[in-house]
């Protein structure tokens, strides 16, 4: 459910955003990015997109040549580059471009940044009789040295911690004007300087070289490193203006089986499936080490309208699965994100995919874990338990509409007009009406793929413009519509039927149908609701302790597997949601709750079956004696 939000906090030492997009936690508390710095965002993106198959060359010169919304200011890299390293540098950056030149383009936009960063330092160093100008320039320089930061963390540690000693020796050397005429400090200029060499060498070496070695990856790890030969491992990084967080406020969860009022611990398939679907431990690399899980994407089985990868996603909401950069030996080379689809009610909506291509929920759902993500092959327990909770997701509750498809008593007039419109037959649409395909008594569904001319095909003769019928219900909740959510409304979708189909309906026809579609894909419930002790830790609290309570079936079963595989997603994740806690004086309980998940792990490793049991009893009896300071 909540999975995608744990391991979220653990990306902050990569720059991707700001305090935490690794541990993706099961709760969004995920802090916003800071905005960058318009050339770094710019580069780090161009780097990102520059390492996709085939290279998005339009889309990296967009990058530098319009301004970002993951950056600040009103100007983009190109601008800032000619204000700060002259016109040479952002005329180099725009021949690599044209020249469609990969390594020309690191050489480039890597010297460009750097220079444009030690501008910036040489303008403080001229400042510092004006110590407010000197800071304006130190932070200027600090923001572009953020481009590199975590990659000379990762690959030259010993230079990391000798750059950072030197960028606080810069930052309190350069003076400061004190407050209202009181605590002025005058600057240290042999220190300022010092520092400023230390800095300046550092990146003339490393991001300026004569000849950058030829690279694989655009990742810019420093020169020295590279020339080395020394192998480093970078960790997964995202480009600026990426967002794994789920969305705001959280869709309601509707479970089928909850409704009925079944606890989830007496269902232990479905737990797991639950666990399953919150883990990132299915997937492969970089899915797994940025913290992406199935509920990344449908969180609470809904669609996260957040989600955002610039490169994967043409838009929020969105994403390109088939691509390089989640599995490269499953890249279809086509820039084909799409929009992501609600999972509610997917036992009734099938078959799956977009297009409808794969016909059995258990073969779909393996395509994703180890094509479209890279995971190894699940074990037939996995996709037992997966399927066992997925086929639980039911649709939201709605007053409007009744079980058979029909409007109610609470339905508007006007949507009682429209639902006459909706099942009206148009010689236009060869004697169909749009409840041919949406058929009301079916949950809105024809479980069919049709080209109702949505897209451009890629060749002649192709059949590849054929999507699958999606429901209605809940339809005012996964906005933008269409496969590649090109329209923003339902107002929107009539009128495109309207003129794509020639139908010639009447503008107040349009509104009537419109609400007609707003009824059916109304909600009494749409969102998730806080309130006293019901808060976003409680819900995930609760939600890992069922998680864990499958161990009641797996320790006597001495499944190992499965059970480090629980552990090995809940335990870290126990520790991460604390920070969200409401009662913080019981965060030393959870910590204690997860350190014990842990050293379960640590007794199945050594095939010490009855320490395992009894670290279990220890925790069960400790999860109820705290029970009641979870929130």
Not at 225 to 251: F, H, M, T, Y
Request: charged share 25%; aromatic share 10%.
């Amino acid at each position: 459910m909540y999975g995608t939000m744990r391991r979220r906090l653990l990306t902050a030492t990569l720059g991707v955003l700001v305090a935490a997009l690794f541990a993706a936690s099961s709760m969004a508390h995920i802090v916003t990015e800071s905005p960058w710095h318009p050339i770094a965002a710019s580069y780090r993106t161009m780097m990102f997109l520059g390492d996709l198959k085939p290279v998005p060359w339009d889309k990296i010169r967009s990058t530098f040549e319009k301004p970002l919304q993951a950056a600040f200011g009103s100007k983009s890299a190109q601008e800032k580059l000619l204000e700060l390293d002259g016109k040479t540098a952002a005329e180099s950056v725009v021949r690599a471009i044209e020249a469609e030149d990969r390594q020309a383009l690191y050489s480039a936009a890597t010297r460009g940044l750097s220079r444009s960063l030690r501008r910036h330092l040489q303008m403080a160093a001229n400042n510092l009789d004006d110590p407010s100008a000197a800071a304006r320039h130190i932070e200027d320089a600090r923001s572009l040295y953020r481009a590199f930061e975590s990659f000379i963390k990762q690959a030259d540690p010993a230079a990391y911690r000798k750059l950072g000693r030197a960028w606080l020796s810069l930052t309190s050397s350069a003076g400061s004007a004190g407050v209202l005429g009181s605590g002025e400090v005058l600057p240290d200029r042999p220190r300022f300087d010092a520092a400023h060499d230390d800095i300046n060498q550092y990146l003339i070496a490393n991001f300026e070289a004569e000849r950058f070695a030829d690279r694989d990856r655009l990742t810019p790890v420093p020169e020295s490193v590279v020339a080395s030969g020394r192998k480093v491992e970078i960790a997964a990084w995202l480009p600026p203006g990426s967002n794994l967080n789920d969305q705001d406020p959280l869709p309601r969860l509707v479970l089928n089986f909850e409704e009925r009022g079944i606890d989830e611990r007496d269902l232990p398939l479905v737990a797991y499936g639950d666990m399953l679907f919150d883990s990132p431990e299915i997937s492969g690399n970089p899915a797994k080490s940025l913290g992406l899980t199935c509920s990344t994407c449908h969180n609470r089985s809904d669609i996260n309208q957040s989600f955002m990868i610039p490169g994967v996603s043409h838009q929020s909401g969105a994403a390109d699965v088939d691509g390089t950069f989640f599995n490269p030996s499953f890249n279809d080379r086509r820039d084909d994100s799409l929009d992501i689809p609600s999972l509610r009610g997917l036992r009734f909506t099938g078959p799956y995919g977009r297009d409808g291509r794969f016909a059995s929920l258990r073969d779909f759902t393996r395509n994703v874990i180890v094509n479209e993500f890279g995971g190894k092959e699940p074990t037939p327990y996995m996709l037992d338990a997966l399927l066992a909770y997925m086929l639980e997701f039911d649709f939201l509750p709605n007053k409007k509409v009744d079980g058979g498809g029909k409007l109610t008593k609470f339905a508007s007039d006007a949507a009682r007009r429209g639902e006459k419109l909706f099942r009206k037959p148009f010689a236009q649409m060869d004697g169909k009406s749009c409840a041919s395909c949406h058929i009301p008594s079916a949950n809105f569904l024809d479980r069919r793929a049709h080209n109702i001319g949505s897209q451009v095909e890629g060749y002649e003769g192709s059949r590849e413009a054929a999507y699958d019928t999606p429901t209605l219900l809940a339809a005012q909740f996964t906005a933008p519509y269409f496969h590649d959510g090109s329209l923003p409304t339902l107002a929107a979708v009539v009128d495109w039927f309207n003129e794509r189909y020639g139908l010639e309906l009447a503008t107040s026809q349009r509104a009537d149908l419109t609400s007609y579609l707003e009824a059916v894909g109304d909600a009494d419930e749409p969102y998730e609701v806080y309130g006293g002790k019901h808060t976003p830790f409680r819900l995930a609290f609760e939600e890992l302790s069922t998680f864990a309570s499958t161990l009641n079936t797996l320790l006597p079963a001495r499944d190992a597997f499965h059970a480090k595989l629980m552990i090995d997603t809940v335990a870290p994740d126990l520790s991460a949601d604390a920070s969200a806690m409401a009662n913080l004086p019981a965060k030393d309980k959870v910590y204690e709750l997860a350190t014990i998940l842990t050293d379960i792990g640590k007794a199945i490793d050594r095939e010490d079956w009855l320490g395992a049991e009894e670290l279990w009893a220890s925790f069960q009896k400790l999860e109820k004696q705290y029970d009641s300071a979870m929130y």
